[in-house]
C-alpha cells in the first residue's frame, strides 16, 4: 500500500490552480486598492483573510489535541486532514507578518487607537497595548502554535512509519498540555489582535467565540473535504454514513454555541448600557448594509441551519450535507465581515462596497495559496492512521468494509 495519499480530480484541480489564482487574487487585492486610492484596504482584506485562514489551522489544532485525548471514530477518519491544516501555519504567519509590518512602518492605522493614543482610557492600558509588548507576545504565540504543531506531527509521522505503539502514550500525555496552551494562547491572541482594533470596548465574550468561530469553521471545511476523500483508500473501507451524521452534530452543537455567544455579548451590553460599551453594536447598525447583515446571521448563521441540522435524514444524506456546510462557511464570512469591517471604519455611516471587493479578491489570492500548502500536505501520509493500535478499537462495530458504499449509497 502507498505511505501516499492520491487526491480525487476536483482537489487535484484546486491544487494545480492554487498558485495562479492565489497569485492573482492578492495581486488584484493590491492593485485595486491603490486603484480606489486606499492602500490600508489591502492591509485590512490581508487581515480579514488571516484571521478565517488562521482561525481554520488553529481549529484543527485544537482538534487532534481532542482527538488525541479521546480517540474517537469520528476523529480518525477525519486525522489527516486536521493534521494537513496545522502544517499549513507558516501561511498565516506570513500574511499576520505582512499586517505586522504595515503597522509597525505606518502603512496602515489598524491599530492607532493605542499606537498613537489620545483617549485616557486607552493611555491606561498603554502598559500592556505598545508595540514591543504586543510583538513580543505575538512571536510567543506563534512558537507555542509551531511547537505543539511539529511535534504532534512528527509523532504522528513516526507512529505511521515505525508502528510503536508506545507513541500513543506520548498524544494521551501532552494532548491535555496542548490544549490548555491553544486556550490561553488562542484568549490573548484574540484580544491583541482582534479586539484591540477597538481598545476602548470589552468583552469576556470575545475569546470564546473566537473558539467557537474555529471550531464550526474547522468541521464546515472539514465535512466538504472528506465528501471529496471518502472514495479514497484505505479512507473508503472505513468512514461510512454515520461519521457525516457526527459532523452535522457537532455544526449543529456550534452554531447553538455561537448563537448563545453572540446573544450573551449583546444582551450583557444593553443591559448595561455603558457609554464604552454600546459603540460596538452603534457603530454595526448605523447603515443598510450592517442591518442587513445582524438579519442574515440571525436567520442564516443560526436559524436556517440550526433548523435543518435537527433532521436526521439530512446529516445523513453526504450531498445535502456538503451544501449546509457550505451556508454555513458563507455565514462565517459574513460574519468576521461585521466583526471587523464596522471597526476600520468608526463611525462611518457609508456602505463600504469597495471593501467587499478588495476583500473577496484577498480571500481568495490567500485561500489559493493556502489550499494548495494544504492539498500539499495532505499527500504525504495515508488518509488513515493505520498503525495505531487505538483505530482499529475506534472504527471497529461495523465499520470494516463496505462502509464506504454505504457513503456512496447516500450521496
Known sequence: MSNKTTLPDRLGLIRTAGPVVGAAGVAAALVLSFAFGNRELFFHATFYS???????????????????????SWSFVAQRVFEAFTRTLPIPAVMFLIVYLGTVLGGHHMYDAWVHPDSHTVKLKLEYLNIPFWTARAVFYFAVWFT???????????????????????????????????????TFAAVDWGQSIEPEW??????????????????????????????QKPLSRYIHVDHFHIYGTFMCGFIVLWTYMSFSQFLIIWSGNLPEEIHYYLDRSNNQLYRAIILILMLGHFLLPFMVLLQRRIKRNVTTLCWVAFWVLAMRLVDIFFWFVPAFHHGDTSVPWRDMIVYACALVGFGGIFFWYFLGQLTKLPLLALNDPRLYEALSPGHGHGAGEEVADHA
Open 50 to 72: 488571516f484571521w478565517i485562514l488562521n482561525g481554520l489551522c488553529l481549529g484543527s489544532m485544537a482538534f487532534i489535541l481532542i482527538h488525541h485525548l479521546t480517540a474517537g
Open 202 to 231: 470589552f468583552s469576556t465574550m470575545y475569546a470564546p467565540l473566537t473558539w467557537i468561530s474555529q471550531g464550526l469553521t474547522t468541521f464546515a471545511v472539514t465535512t466538504l473535504l472528506l465528501a471529496q476523500l471518502q472514495h
Open 148 to 186: 505543539i504543531i511539529h511535534f504532534f506531527n512528527k509523532w504522528s509521522r513516526e507512529l505511521e512509519t515505525t508502528g510503536n505503539a508506545l507513541i500513543t502514550l506520548k498524544f494521551r500525555t501532552w494532548a491535555p498540555f496542548g490544549l490548555i496552551a491553544y486556550c490561553l494562547t488562542m
